[in-house]
């Protein structure tokens, strides 16, 4: 069955903390990985997309990493700005042709100050 | 550039009442447009997809159904309304150029509480 599991569930980190969330995934013909920040009671941002293994890409304090079984993102100096939920998605490919997208929990993120 | 405008952003009604949820696109064309209900401490459950007028395919059996009346325009409806119909409702749409047409863009939400 394709799963998208995500861990921690929760994480708290003292600003300047750099830490990493795991994004680990059972997919057949995964056609993309998605990572997005979503705040309390707002919809999802587009964070980043990776499409094969040993893809990196970077925003700000934020890097994404990719293998052929796990995502993770890293956090690197976290401010109390990058609190919020971050959600992990796949797109998967079916035999149909057509494609579906298979989101995890989430791993809430809090950076005190 | 594109944008996506769902409404309304919080909304209460009774059990056994009618809803209607509107979403739109705005600056593209043909975008597949998608509806999903988040529950607390769960991922997103996709309810509808469609790729095309008149070609919406449903996910979950509900008392929810959705229509397509314009390209860009998706909405989310239910007769009568349950109490497992409270949530926090989705809507996404994708299909921009080259290999960003795979990335879901989400509206900003409607949380829904049925009383």
């Known amino acids: 069955e394709d799963q998208v599991t995500q861990s921690p569930e929760a994480l708290r980190l003292q600003e300047g903390e750099s830490s990493s969330l795991n994004c680990s995934y059972t997919v057949s013909g995964l056609r993309g990985l998605f990572w997005y920040r979503q705040d309390p009671g707002k919809g999802p941002e587009f964070l980043f997309t990776l499409y094969s293994a040993g893809e990196e890409k970077e925003k700000e304090r934020l890097k994404a990493t990719l293998t052929k079984k796990e995502s993770f993102l890293h956090i690197t100096a976290p401010k109390p700005e990058d609190s919020a939920t971050y959600l992990c998605a796949v797109q998967a490919l079916l035999a149909s042709g057509t494609y579906k997208y298979i989101f995890g929990t989430g791993t809430r993120l809090k950076v005190l100050a | 550039s594109q944008t996506i405008h769902q409404w309304p952003a919080t909304l209460v009604q009774p059990v056994g009442s009618p809803l209607s949820l509107e979403c739109t696109v705005e600056g593209t064309s043909n975008p597949n447009l998608y509806w999903y209900r988040q529950a607390a401490g769960r991922g997103l459950q996709l309810l509808f997809y469609?790729?095309?007028?008149?070609?919406i395919s449903s996910e979950v059996p509900q008392n929810l159904s959705a229509s397509r009346p314009q390209d860009r325009q998706f909405i989310l409806s239910s007769k009568k309304l349950l109490l497992s119909d409270s949530g926090f409702y989705l809507c996404?749409?994708?299909?921009?150029?080259?290999?960003?047409?795979?990335?879901?863009?989400f509206g900003a939400g409607t949380r829904l509480s049925v009383l």
């Open positions: 469609s790729i095309g007028i008149d070609q």
């Open positions: 996404a749409w994708t299909g921009g150029v080259q290999l960003a047409k795979n990335i879901q863009y």
